[in-house]
């Protein structure tokens, strides 16, 4: 039997499509769940205080992230790499931002639709990196780019939180001690704990390979820099909405987190760094054919 070749600039065309229409079917359906979850009465059937977290995060998520993700599938907006790296940080967001929804809150009735929100939101991120030229992106930040200091900013936020997050599951494990959010939410162990394990898996090891990768000047590292910059920054402010809500409905113990507004300044300064370096896109540089060596150092 015969087979075709298909061609790497023919997946990469493939995949960015395919992208593009996970991306708009995100925005969609995020604007949907997160209207629901606002004004949809009994939707979230957990404790008062997980649902005013939701509904803090819904918030955002409405007027940020479900905007942002309708813009940039535009066909005059699509193509272009800070575009490109906006869509992908909030893609980032909701994956992140969903499991929360997926593995920590009780069954209610919005269940497929956010189960349908998390896996859309992976396979567009995915497909996004797939279709990227990660060179011809990295090649568009100006060369006087301070990567050190944004390298050294992604430290500030990694090393804090792993060692919160590892002292409290140590003390679990050594001790018994229960451990306690990190954040001024009040949410109960489960999520507290679910917290920590999406933290150490992904957030903290993410934030460490940018800022060594950021550091060398490694095409990788200004994308991945941009991305868990860009959508930490959406959640620590989905984190002060959470916060907001439970003050607003009278939840025992809710307080605002007087840091909060300092590690949002880490994010807002990192991530700015980055994308007011970025220059305007030549029409070729997000469909050029893929580098055979991504991870390369910028000259």
Same mark, same amino acid.
């Given at each position: 039997?015969?087979?075709?070749?298909?061609?790497?600039?023919?997946?990469?065309?493939?995949?960015?499509?395919?992208?593009?229409?996970?991306?708009?079917?995100?925005?969609?359906?995020?604007?949907?769940?997160?209207?629901?979850?606002?004004?949809?009465?009994?939707?979230?059937?957990?404790?008062?205080?997980?649902?005013?977290?939701?509904?803090?995060?819904?918030?955002?998520?409405?007027?940020?992230?479900?905007?942002?993700?309708?813009?940039?599938?535009?066909?005059?907006?699509?193509?272009?790499?800070?575009?490109?790296?906006?869509?992908?940080?909030?893609?980032?967001?909701?994956?992140?931002n969903y499991a929360y929804y997926l593995f920590g809150a009780q069954l209610n009735a919005a269940?497929?639709?956010?189960?349908?929100?998390? $896996?859309?939101? #992976?396979?567009? !991120?995915?497909?996004? /990196?797939? +279709?990227?030229? =990660? &060179? *011809?992106? %990295?090649?568009?930040?100006?060369?006087?780019?301070?990567?050190?200091?944004? $390298?050294?900013? #992604?430290?500030? !936020?990694?090393?804090? /939180?792993? +060692?919160?997050? =590892? &002292? *409290?599951? %140590?003390?679990?494990?050594?001790?018994?001690?229960?451990?306690?959010?990190?954040?001024?939410?009040?949410?109960? !162990?489960?999520?507290?704990?679910?917290?920590a394990v999406l933290d150490l898996s992904l957030l903290v090891p993410a934030y460490l390979l940018?800022?060594?990768?950021?550091?060398?000047?490694?095409?990788?590292?200004?994308?991945?820099?941009?991305?868990?910059?860009?959508?930490?920054?959406?959640?620590?402010?989905?984190?002060?909405?959470?916060?907001?809500?439970?003050?607003?409905?009278?939840?025992?113990?809710?307080?605002?987190?007087?840091?909060?507004?300092?590690?949002?300044?880490?994010?807002?300064?990192?991530?700015?760094?980055?994308?007011?370096?970025?220059?305007?896109?030549?029409?070729?540089?997000?469909?050029?054919?893929?580098?055979?060596?991504?991870?390369?150092?910028?000259?």
């Open positions: 039997m015969a087979t075709h070749a298909v061609a790497p600039g023919e997946t990469r065309t493939a995949a960015a499509a395919a992208a593009r229409w996970l991306a708009a079917g995100v925005a969609v359906l995020v604007a949907g769940a997160s209207a629901a979850g606002l004004w949809a009465p009994g939707l979230y059937t957990d404790a008062a205080a997980v649902v005013a977290m939701f509904r803090g995060y819904d918030l955002v998520t409405l007027v940020v992230v479900a905007p942002l993700l309708a813009l940039s599938v535009l066909p005059v907006w699509r193509d272009r790499p800070g575009v490109l790296l906006l869509r992908i940080s909030m893609l980032a967001y909701c994956v992140y269940l497929l639709v956010h189960i349908a929100i998390f $896996a859309a939101s #992976l396979y567009a !991120l995915v497909l996004s /990196l797939v +279709a990227l030229n =990660v &060179s *011809g992106v %990295a090649d568009r930040f100006r060369p006087r780019t301070p990567v050190r200091a944004v $390298a050294v900013i #992604l430290l500030l !936020l990694a090393v804090p /939180l792993a +060692a919160i997050q =590892v &002292s *409290g599951l %140590a003390g679990f494990a050594l001790a018994g001690a229960v451990p306690h959010e990190p954040s001024q939410l009040v949410v109960p !162990l489960g999520f507290t704990r679910l917290g940018a800022a060594v990768w950021l550091w060398r000047r490694w095409a990788w590292g200004y994308l991945l820099a941009t991305l868990v910059l860009v959508a930490g920054l959406v959640h620590q402010v989905s984190y002060i909405a959470g916060m907001l809500f439970q003050i607003a409905a009278d939840i025992p113990g809710a307080a605002f987190d007087p840091f909060e507004p300092f590690i949002v300044g880490l994010f807002a300064t990192g991530g700015g760094l980055l994308l007011a370096n970025l220059r305007p896109a030549r029409p070729e540089t997000a469909s050029a054919p893929p580098d055979r060596t991504p991870m390369i150092a910028k000259r």
